[in-house]
């Protein structure tokens, strides 16, 4: 173990802080469902696979002309998911970024776990809100991300994840058993249920 060096042992995992990328989304379109600013039968226009904002051009891998909310997601439109969060505004969006645990430790025990970095949405400019909706300008652990998809499987509550369920020793025998405790409420269990279409 000492010959190694800490690049070599670092826990990734807990410890690096990435670019979520298209699974932000996921909490983008969950609170653009939360607080009814769209619903599945809504459809937006993809600017076939080019949008001009701001100073910036939006692109999508594909050049798709209008998709369905859900299309939105199931093909991974950044050009939808950007106007999604716009439209939803920046305070919103960083309170479901925030309800989701992103850019907090989780509480897995594991050392060396890191917040990551979201800047307050007082900093935000039309730009910043319009990436972050397709997950780029903030960076989050992987566990955070995990946890996410976690809570979509829960029906919307957060839970701190654990390595293990129980501790055993060399015999078999019970050390220690390990609490899972429920977590906050994320988001309502009916939206979970439509976002997981």
Same mark, same amino acid.
């Given at each position: 173990?000492?010959?190694?060096?800490? @690049?070599?042992?670092?826990?990734?995992?807990?410890?690096?802080?990435?670019?979520? $990328?298209?699974?932000?989304?996921?909490?983008?379109?969950?609170?653009?469902?939360?607080?009814?600013?769209?619903?599945? @039968?809504?459809?937006?226009?993809?600017?076939? &696979?080019?949008?001009?904002?701001?100073?910036?051009?939006?692109?999508?891998?594909?050049?798709?002309? #209008?998709?369905?909310?859900?299309?939105?997601?199931?093909? !991974?439109?950044?050009?939808?998911?950007?106007?999604?969060?716009?439209?939803?505004?920046? /305070?919103?969006?960083? *309170?479901?970024? /925030?309800?989701?645990?992103? &850019?907090? #430790?989780? $509480?897995?025990?594991?050392? $060396?776990?890191?917040? &990551?970095?979201? !800047?307050?949405?007082?900093?935000?400019?039309?730009?910043?809100?319009?990436?972050? !909706?397709?997950?780029?300008?903030?960076?989050?652990?992987?566990?955070?991300?995990? !946890?996410?998809?976690?809570?979509?499987?829960?029906?919307? %509550?957060?839970?701190?994840?654990?390595?293990?369920? /129980?501790?055993?020793?060399?015999?078999? #025998?019970?050390?220690?058993?390990?609490?899972?405790?429920?977590? %906050?409420?994320?988001?309502?269990? #009916?939206?979970? *249920? %439509?976002?997981?279409?």
């Amino acid at each position: 173990f000492r010959s190694l060096s800490p @690049r070599q042992w670092k826990n990734h995992l807990v410890a690096d802080a990435i670019d979520p $990328g298209s699974t932000l989304k996921a909490v983008v379109m969950t609170a653009a469902l939360e607080t009814d600013a769209f619903n599945e @039968r809504d459809t937006l226009y993809c600017e076939n &696979g080019e949008y001009k904002f701001h100073d910036r051009v939006i692109h999508d891998f594909h050049k798709y002309a #209008r998709l369905n909310f859900l299309e939105v997601f199931q093909l !991974s439109s950044n050009i939808c998911a950007a106007k999604i969060g716009v439209d939803l505004g920046r /305070k919103t969006v960083f *309170e479901f970024v /925030k309800k989701f645990g992103l &850019g907090e #430790r989780t $509480g897995i025990d594991l050392p $060396g776990e890191i917040r &990551g970095l979201i !800047s307050h949405y007082s900093t935000w400019t039309p730009v910043d809100v319009a990436n972050i !909706s397709y997950g780029q300008g903030l960076a989050v652990t992987p566990i955070q991300i995990a !946890s996410v998809f976690a809570a979509f499987a829960n029906g919307g %509550r957060l839970v701190t994840p654990h390595l293990a369920k /129980k501790v055993t020793d060399a015999h078999d #025998r019970l050390v220690r058993e390990i609490e899972t405790t429920p977590g %906050r409420q994320v988001a309502s269990a #009916r939206t979970i *249920e %439509r976002a997981n279409r």
